[in-house]
């Protein structure tokens, strides 16, 4: 039985830099399931180790910081008339390089780099592609499961942007077509990018014994959420965000971890 009903279909994936990534593994399921997949990276380094990791698939350069970039994306699927049932937007940067600072001290600039390549990019590309979507297409962010308990710094407010923006951006497109747009709001995960965030590791374990069955969210039960909806299977579901996080959410006061911190 096809149950995600993808096969036969093309998908646009953002994001893939390793195979512990998110879009990897959403990728992988795609291909798995009979779909076609096409990339899009940032620069021509990331595309070479995209193409080891996807050899047989078409892997495009597009910096969501450059304007003309986005616009020759969106050209490559006019001028090739490929129709996509989807998009996976998996993108997000911000500054670290300095630490972890208090909110007030946000630098403006590493704000407004970050919203654009976290946030706005979602809304750049699909407005790119969105005469080469079909009807019914689904499109997908990935998000964080609490916006506002994080220890990200300013991506925390960011991401509460991208969550609303996927509300105004399903509004936007029902206009002119049938497309979805949702986000799947993951836990911490053990992913290379995550890796670049001070005080992540610590952050990653607490949040391990703060879900209820006692053990890390794993990557591919985000990827497996994001496939669901990039489905068909999921048409009534949009301008949403499916929390993906082991329970943690409803378990801030696990009574070990508060027994254990009050000693």
Known sequence: ?????????TFLV???ANKKSVAYFVANGLIDSGAKVIFSVQNEENQSKAQKLFPDSTILICDVENAESINQLGEYFNKNNVRLAGFVHSIAFANYSEGIKPFHETNVGDFLQATNISCFSLVAIANALKNSFEEDASVVTISISSTRATAYGYMGPIKAALDATVAFLAKSLSEISKVRVNAVCAGPLKTSASAGIPGYVNN?????????????????????TVLFLLSPVSGGINATGIVVDAGMSCNYFDQDVVNKAMR
């Open 204 to 224: 990653y374990l607490f949040a391990e014994q703060l879900t209820l069955r006692k053990a890390a969210l794993k990557t591919e039960e985000v990827a497996n």
């Open 14 to 16: 953002t994001g893939v």
């Open 1 to 9: 039985m096809d149950f995600l009903q993808v096969s036969g279909k």
